[in-house]
């Protein structure tokens, strides 16, 4: 996901929404939304529940920040894509991957990383990005 | 031995995971780039290095390594009662990296969590340290994780070896599990082999003091003492596993200790990967848990400057099979990889200055 510039309290409580995946489920519509919202982005239900969508998505799209601001100038290209999970459209950095390796519809994996630094305060702030699913490629007994 | 002093065999590993970060430096762009003579790397038995991407540090890998051994355990992580993170790249001088992976893991909040320090060898201290809290009954499972990106003055002969990677363990009850303790020993002296004071971002290093009164004597008297203790000899063993501060130091301290070079090199990543540290001795011991059969006993001997070693003797059960194939493997990561030049890696390893 892509995280704001927040205040060390703001990130401290949006941290499973950042580290977990976290989206919210309506009990009414039984649709889901990401990131978790006060009230259900489709009906308008406060009924909510939360759960974990650690699942594999699909790229569906993506694009290349070449010329980045300030002091993600450091980080590119940064590499921001549309990743569906089950429906959900999540709004990711994706990570382990060169621009010449992106593509559309590739199976992607949730991962912890690093996603920036507060200058002010020194906070690191870590979050979910995607990667290009591992595919197992070793050839052993067992 | 009292049975109170020997607690291992009730407790043993549930899960094991691995992870290596995608990126490699080939050692001729460390030859090339500081002039060092052609042939260097190879006193040091190394081929290429892993590398830590820019987004990566202690933390994330430790994540992934613990989720790795979380899905092998096949256990809820609200049953985790203690989360040792050991490192010596910690992202936070103050403040608790295991925390973090505690919560991103829903570990959290009732568990024990903190991160040691004792050079390379912290990680293994936590693991004795929950055998201890396993065997008491104080807890169900522990996580220990071994994570490190090692520094690395540039230019510095340490620049060859030091690298990123990571290990984890689920450690539980002996019934279950997937390998079983026999025994562990610990010997530790005051021994200045390997250092980096406060503040410091490079550590400092006694050259060949490294080897002989620091490397060889700690891992020599750990492994000769359990051997003692449970009455093994090297001949009863599969494999042998030891710290792996470079690709010749494992293979001389085996062949000291009477292993044949056969057993140690199933477990040796350091030549393919680098040092990781933390990780070194007990991802090798992952690696030989990825292809180990029931029944076989791997000797494991991480050590830590400063300086200290344990000395651990694990025998695979036949849970393991069903295992295995439950999360990536080491080799899986391996084998995932890109080969940077030197400009990259002094960009990941955060060696510019920059000012935005």
Known sequence: ?142 | MQDILRPESKVGIHGWGTYVPRYRLPMNEILRMWGWPPGQEKGLGMKEKAVAGLDEDSVTMGWEAALNAIKRAKVNPGKIGAVFFGTESKPYAVKPSATIIAEALGITPETMASDLEFACRAASEGLRSTIGLVASNMIEYGLVIGSDTAQSSPGDVLEFTASSGAVAYIIGSRKGSVAYFEGSYTYVTDTPDFWRRALAPYPKHGEGFTGEPAYFHHIEMSVKGLLEELGLRPSDFDYAVFHQPNGKFPLRVATRLGFPKEKVLPGLVTPEIGNTYNASALLGLARVLDTARPGERVLVAPFGSGAGSDAYSVVVTDVIEERKNLAPKFNDYLLRKKTIDYALYAKYRRLYISYY
């Open chain 1, 1 to 142: 996901m892509t995280v704001e510039d927040l205040s060390v309290p703001a990130h401290w409580r949006r941290r499973l929404t950042y580290y977990r995946l976290v989206a919210g489920r309506c009990k009414k519509c039984g649709r889901l939304h990401y990131p978790p919202a006060p009230a259900c982005p489709y009906c308008g239900s406060k009924d909510l529940e939360l759960i974990e969508i650690n699942n594999k998505g699909k790229l569906e799209t993506y694009t290349i920040i070449y010329s980045a601001p300030g002091k993600s100038r450091g980080r590119a290209p940064i590499i921001v894509g549309v990743v569906n999970i089950e429906g959900l459209r999540i709004v990711s950095e994706l990570t382990d991957i060169e621009p010449e390796e992106l593509k559309t519809g590739i199976d992607v994996e949730p991962v912890l990383r690093r996603m920036d630094e507060d200058t002010n305060k020194g906070i690191i702030r870590y979050a979910i990005k995607f990667r290009p699913v591992l595919v197992p490629k070793s050839e052993e007994r067992g």
